[in-house]
């Protein structure tokens, strides 16, 4: 440990390749000219992307500053340790190029095979990515959620849920956690006490900017638009007026929803702000010709497509099937510590 100190100390150009430091001094000093001029809030979307990138530059090279600082000062081995993860912790930006990486995402759960056992799996992974969200200091906000029937206990299941989950580089690290998640475990439903295998799938999409909405023509005729009560588990009504909002896109059948929001125009616009992130995805994959690399070819949320198996019985055990990693610490990881897993799948 004492000898990787000294190499970090010594090895400048270490710190110049890995996080390219002088390149991001050079943008945050062009933004910043920028922010400057006087009609910078003339176009008010422009405005409020520049000043997002400046902001998250800003913490970046302040993070880095930090992380240089702390060299000088650290000596004991339970320090060097602690460093050590913070800077694999950074390391892992340099993995998120990609155009929408630093920005925020928002992530939908739909059961899958399984029935109630399904619901509630899908219940669980909503509480894994919240605490998930809350432990990177994001904030979380469902906008949507379809619930199940009420069970034993209390335990009230989802059919599908959409949840935004702001901040810098939620999209980069949550991105690949799309796909078939497969539980194992003796099922709280089960009179019998039998071991079931439920299923849900999990889709990441980003958070669009307003001129790559602009470039997704949407025909008001192709839009099939609803309203109908928000409402809790068991159907108990949150809102008692029409507020919540279901918008299908008739010819791709994408439907997306929002309930969040106590207006019925915020909640239209939230749910038109997911469609437009819906199909620019879409026309990506489609201008790409990346749809199995993107997104991953249409599968069916069962068995042998899961990306990743949470197993509670008979034993304990979260494996990853791309990358291996496995941990028995099934109860950490459904608290939201994923990150050994996320960063697995960054790197590979």
């Known amino acids: 440990m004492q000898k990787k100190l000294r190499n970090w100390k010594l090895n ?10 002088g390149a991001k001094r050079k943008k945050f000093e062009a933004l910043q000219k920028e922010i400057q001029k006087a009609d910078l809030w003339q176009n008010k979307e422009k405005a409020v992307e520049i000043t997002q990138r400046y902001s998250n530059l800003q913490q970046e090279l302040s993070e880095f500053d ?7 000062v650290i000596s004991s081995e339970s320090e060097i340790r602690e460093f050590a993860k913070k800077l694999d912790s950074k390391e892992i930006e340099v993995f998120l190029p990609g155009r929408y990486d630093k920005g925020s995402a928002v992530l939908s759960i739909f059961a899958g095979a399984g029935g109630q056992d399904a619901q509630d799996w899908a219940t669980m992974l909503l509480r894994m990515y919240l605490r998930y969200a809350d432990r990177r200091g994001f904030s979380a906000k469902v ?7 009420p069970g034993p206990e209390g335990r009230i299941g989802t059919k599908s849920v959409t949840v935004e989950i702001k901040g810098n580089l939620a999209y980069g690290l949550l991105k690949k ?12 439903f089960s009179a019998q006490s039998l071991r079931h295998t439920s299923f849900a799938m999990v889709e990441v999409m980003p958070e669009i900017s307003k ?3 602009e470039e997704i023509k949407i025909n008001p005729e192709d839009l099939r638009v609803e309203t109908f009560r928000a409402s809790g588990p068991g159907g108990q009504y949150v809102n008692r007026r029409e507020s919540a909002v279901r918008i299908t896109h008739l010819p791709t059948k994408i439907t997306v929803s929002c309930q969040s929001e106590r207006l019925q125009g915020q909640n239209r616009d939230t749910a038109m702000k997911l469609l437009y ?3 620019f995805h879409l026309k990506e994959q489609e201008r790409e010709k990346e749809l199995e690399k993107i997104k991953g070819k249409a599968v069916s949320i069962e068995w042998g497509n899961q990306i990743r198996s949470y197993v509670l019985h008979p034993y304990r055990m979260v494996k990853d099937a791309r990358t291996n990693v496995e941990t028995a610490d099934t109860e950490s990881v459904l608290d939201g510590d994923i990150d050994k897993f996320i960063e697995a799948e960054i790197r590979l």
């Open 66 to 72: 930090e992380i240089r600082g702390a060299l000088s």
């Open 211 to 213: 001129a790559d909405e």
């Open 177 to 188: 956690e799309n796909g078939v998640h497969r539980l194992v475990r003796i099922s709280p």
């Open 143 to 149: 906008l949507h959620q379809s619930f199940g029937d």
């Open 277 to 279: 992130a819906k199909l």
């Open 12 to 21: 400048s150009s270490f710190w110049r390749t890995v996080f390219d430091i």
